[in-house]
T-cell receptor, first 113, second 114 residues
Framework: DGGITQSPKYLFRKEGQNVTLSCEQNLNHDAMYWYRQDPGQGLRLIYYSQIVNDFQKGDIAEGYSVSREKKESFPLTVTSAQKNPTAFYLC????????????FGPGTRLTVL | QKEVEQDPGPLSVPEGAIVSLNCTYS??????FMWYRQYSRKGPELLMYTYSSGNKEDGRFTAQVDKSSKYISLFIRDSQPSDSATYLC??????????????FGKGTLLTVNP
C-alpha cells in the first residue's frame, strides 16, 4: 500500500518544549513538503525538500526546522521559538519536478498547552 | 491583495443541487490549477487538475478556468452528502523562481444536506 504516513495524529506539547512530527512516504517521491493549516488561513508552506540532504525555507519557516537524511523521511521539528505552534500540520510529497501533483498525508494536530 | 482569493463560506445546499465554488487570482504567472477536497481532520486529496482555459469534466465534477479574467470554478452536479467537505483551490506558476510552490486558497466549507 503506497502512501504518506504522519505520526502521531494528535500531539500535545507544553510551552517551551521542542517537538518532532514524523512524515514517511513509500511512493518513491523525491520531493517532500510541510504545510501548516490554520482555520480560515488555508495551507501555508513551511519547508520543502526536492532531494535528499537538501531543503529550502517556505513562507513561514521561522521557529521550525527539518532534516532530509533519507528519501522516505522528512521530519519537522517545532521549536520553542515558534510563537503560535497550535495548528494542523500536513506533509506532502511529489515526483521531482511535478510540484503541481502533490499527495498529502493525514496530518498531525498539534496543541500547545 | 492576496494572490488567491476564495470565499470560505460556509455553503449549505440540499442534496441534488448544483454547487459552484470559485477562486480568483492576481498573479498572471499561474498556469496550472488544482482543486483539492479535504474531509474534516484529514489531508487534502487532489480532485481536479487543469492547465488551460476552458472546461474539464470528471464524472459529476467540472473544473473551469478563465485565464483572461483570472477566475477558476469547480461545479458539482447532483451533489451528495458525501461531497460535504472543504474544497481548496490551488495554483502554481510556470516560472523558475516560483514553480516549486503551490499557492492555496483558504478553502470553502460545503455541506450537502440529505
Amino acid at each position: 500500500d503506497g502512501g504518506i504516513t504522519q505520526s502521531p495524529k494528535y500531539l500535545f506539547r507544553k510551552e517551551g518544549q521542542n517537538v518532532t512530527l514524523s512524515c514517511e512516504q513509500n511512493l518513491n517521491h523525491d520531493a517532500m513538503y510541510w504545510y501548516r493549516q490554520d482555520p480560515g488561513q488555508g495551507l501555508r508552506l513551511i519547508y520543502y525538500s526536492q532531494i535528499v540532504n537538501d531543503f529550502q525555507k517556505g513562507d513561514i519557516a521561522e521557529g521550525y526546522s527539518v532534516s532530509r537524511e533519507k528519501k522516505e523521511s522528512f521530519p519537522l521539528t517545532v521549536t520553542s521559538a515558534q510563537k503560535n505552534p497550535t495548528a494542523f500540520y500536513l506533509c506532502a510529497s511529489s515526483i521531482y519536478g511535478e510540484t503541481d501533483t502533490q499527495y498529502f498525508g493525514p496530518g498531525t494536530r498539534l496543541t500547545v498547552l | 491583495q492576496k494572490e488567491v482569493e476564495q470565499d470560505p463560506g460556509p455553503l449549505s445546499v440540499p442534496e441534488g443541487a448544483i454547487v459552484s465554488l470559485n477562486c480568483t487570482y492576481s498573479n498572471s504567472a499561474f498556469q496550472y490549477f488544482m482543486w483539492y477536497r479535504q474531509y474534516s481532520r484529514k489531508g487534502p486529496e487532489l480532485l481536479m487538475y487543469t492547465y488551460s482555459s476552458g472546461n474539464k469534466e470528471d464524472g459529476r465534477f467540472t473544473a473551469q478556468v478563465d485565464k483572461s479574467s483570472k477566475y477558476i470554478s469547480l461545479f458539482i452536479r447532483d451533489s451528495q452528502p458525501s461531497d460535504s467537505a472543504t474544497y481548496l483551490c490551488a495554483m502554481i506558476a510556470n516560472e523558475g523562481g516560483s514553480n516549486y510552490k503551490l499557492t492555496f486558497g483558504k478553502g470553502t466549507l460545503l455541506t450537502v444536506n440529505p
